[in-house]
């Protein structure tokens, strides 16, 4: 039931993480125990996991599945005394809270397993190849049967069995570098460098006698941008702000409504009229439309209105 776990494990360092793990949920089943679960059922559940919970039917299904593996191994009856005596309980309630746990993480992990995936697996499987070589379907329903499953449940349990050995491998699987990485790394450990040099001291080029004039000149002729200066400019500059010039505590108020007196019309908006105009074809329809009605009473000399003439 194992199989991923134990595969995951195939590594050092997977199986000293999985040996830590289950090697503390053992210690911790010795220590309280779980005598009680063969003892009248006394509680509905054997542990729980987050949101996992393990029965004591499902407890009681691995426990005789596993019963009756080992007696077919063994080739006789094994009885539950010498189970107890080979710690067959607590082992299988170690690997059950293990498996659990690895459940509920690839449940927080969102990790799921399509069916066609895990029938494809399945197909695959050498286990299940005829002489053929091909899936042997009389051969798988034999096999599954024999170690007491049925499809549907040796189905789901390959799934969990997918998805348990993907969280395993998070811990314990190979990681290959990128080959970038591994290329870098190798260089810098391993490449190396050969140089050849040879030293040349002002002894070794002799006596050089000192330029004439006339050499000096033609080279400082014809290399004049290397002894040119660059060009400076010197710039004085008076920083001007209005905070710097304008200082109110000088203006009186005397002064201030005399400027504004001064400048009334840069202080103000001028006065408009808005003015809505009502047109009729003659004079007489606009007198009329000015007349008050037994609904409404209009003044004649509110209405504005203009006479369009032909």
Do not use: C, H
């Amino acid at each position: 039931m194992l199989r991923g776990i134990r595969k995951a494990s195939s590594n050092w360092l997977g199986r000293a993480v999985m040996g830590v793990v289950l090697g503390l949920i053992a210690v911790s089943f010795a220590i309280w125990g779980i005598g009680d679960i063969f003892r009248g059922f006394g509680r509905s559940t054997v542990a729980k996991v987050g949101s996992t919970e393990i029965t004591i039917d499902q407890f009681r299904q691995v426990y005789n599945d596993r019963l009756q593996q080992l007696s077919r191994q063994v080739g006789r009856p094994i009885t539950p005394d010498q189970a107890r005596l080979l710690n067959l309980d607590q082992q299988l309630a170690g690997q059950l809270v293990a498996e659990a746990a690895i459940d509920q993480r690839a449940r927080q992990l969102r990790l799921n397993l399509s069916d066609a995936a895990v029938a494809k697996q399945i197909m695959s499987d050498a286990n299940f190849k005829g002489l053929n070589g091909q899936f042997d379907r009389s051969r798988f329903d034999a096999m599954i049967r024999q170690a007491g499953y049925n499809e549907p449940r040796y189905t789901a349990e390959q799934k969990r069995l997918t998805l348990r050995r993907e969280v395993a491998e998070t811990v314990g699987g190979d990681l290959t570098l990128p080959k970038s990485y591994s290329d870098a790394y190798n260089r810098f450990e391993n490449e190396q460098r050969a140089i050849d040099y040879v030293t040349l001291d002002r002894a070794k080029a002799g006596d050089i006698a000192a330029p004439a004039p006339e050499v000096i000149e033609k080279y400082f002729a014809d290399n004049k941008a290397q002894f040119r200066a660059p060009e400076y400019r010197s710039v004085a500059v008076m920083a001007l702000t209005p905070a710097d010039v304008i200082k109110p505590d000088d203006i009186s108020a005397a002064d201030a409504r005399q400027y504004y007196d001064r400048n009334q019309a840069r202080f103000g908006t001028p006065e408009r009229r808005d003015l809505q105009q009502i047109s009729f074809p003659n004079e007489d329809e606009a007198k009329a439309a000015a007349q008050p009605s037994e609904t409404k009473t209009v003044s004649a000399s509110a209405v504005l209105y203009s006479v369009t003439r032909p």
